[in-house]
């Protein structure tokens, strides 16, 4: 898998890029194998990305390992995305019930991402900071991949057969009709910035706060509308693999989700981040 984060058309690109195949024990089975690269490019540094690829549910048994990777796009200063980085999986983790099965623990995996995500949000917003943060945390366990996901970061998975799937969903208000009829039905107001003269620029924004975005961790100056609760996908990769590109919108405002599987193909995950920053 490729994993690769970008923010914002006139600030940082950070690209993340994890690969999964197989790999044969010495017993002669399988187990999948993971290998993992990442770039950058920042103007402004609010970008913040987390790689464990060794993280263990059981302490001391390797068979309960698992990987996590994330993006963090961070608004109006770092905080958010700072304290997101530090918090977010150890939230999730303390959310999931001690004790059973890997099985088990796939299972209960996707509501204890919800759970860490709004526990994150409200133990940073008792700091009284204003800055907010998209997140796309990413976590794979052999060939189960849990993505979460608040913001306009975006993770793909691309297979071998060179089908590109979307596995989290972009919270603009430009682009998301179910968003934005959530603020409005809840009582927020979804418009353009409007200058005087009465001329609308920009994208649509929620008000008071005039953010883009619907859902993201933090924010505390743009009222309930802005919601921390992500979209979770869990998906099965095939056993041939797969490589993810989890990349923040810097990334997607200038390449498909298409032509970034497509450049990355062939090539080692390091490599895969790089060019898919340089392009």
């Not at 006139?10 to 890029?17: C, I, T, V």
């Not at 464990?52 to 001391?60: A, E, N, S």
């Not at 994330?70 to 983790?93: I, Q, R, Y």
């Not at 209960?108 to 709004?118: S, Y």
Request: net charge negative; hydrophobic share 40%; glycine share 12%.
């Amino acid at each position: 898998m490729a994993f690769a984060a970008s923010e914002g058309n006139l600030s940082p690109a950070l690209p993340l890029a994890t690969l999964i195949g197989r790999e044969l024990r010495g017993d002669g089975t399988e187990r999948p194998h993971v290998r993992y690269g990442h770039s950058g490019f920042a103007k402004r540094g609010e970008d913040y990305f987390l790689v464990k690829p060794d993280c263990l549910r059981v302490p001391g048994d390797p068979s309960s390992s698992f990987s996590v990777f994330a993006v963090f796009d961070g608004h109006n200063g770092v905080s958010a995305a700072v304290f997101s980085k530090e918090k977010l999986l150890e939230h999730v983790m303390s959310a999931v019930p001690e004790g059973i099965s890997r099985e088990d623990w796939l299972q209960a995996l996707p509501r204890a991402l919800v759970a860490g995500f709004v526990k994150t949000d409200i133990d940073f917003q008792r700091k009284g900071e204003t800055s907010g943060t998209t997140a796309t945390l990413v976590v794979v366990d052999g060939f189960t991949v849990t993505v979460a996901s608040v913001g306009d970061s975006r993770c793909i998975l691309d297979t071998q057969g060179g089908e590109v799937s979307l596995l989290t969903v972009d919270h603009r208000l430009e682009e998301n009709a179910e968003e934005r009829e959530r603020v409005t039905a809840s009582g927020g107001e979804v418009s353009r910035l409007n200058l005087c003269g009465g001329q609308e620029v920009g994208p649509l924004r929620c008000w008071p706060g005039g953010l883009c975005l619907s859902r993201s961790i933090g924010d505390t100056d743009v009222g309930e509308f802005i919601v921390p609760i992500p979209h979770v996908k869990q998906v099965k990769l095939p056993n041939t693999g797969g490589r993810l590109i989890i990349a923040s919108d810097g990334i997607w405002d200038a390449l498909s989700s298409e032509s970034a599987a497509q450049a990355c193909r062939g090539l080692r995950a390091e490599l895969a981040a790089k060019l898919v920053v340089k392009l």
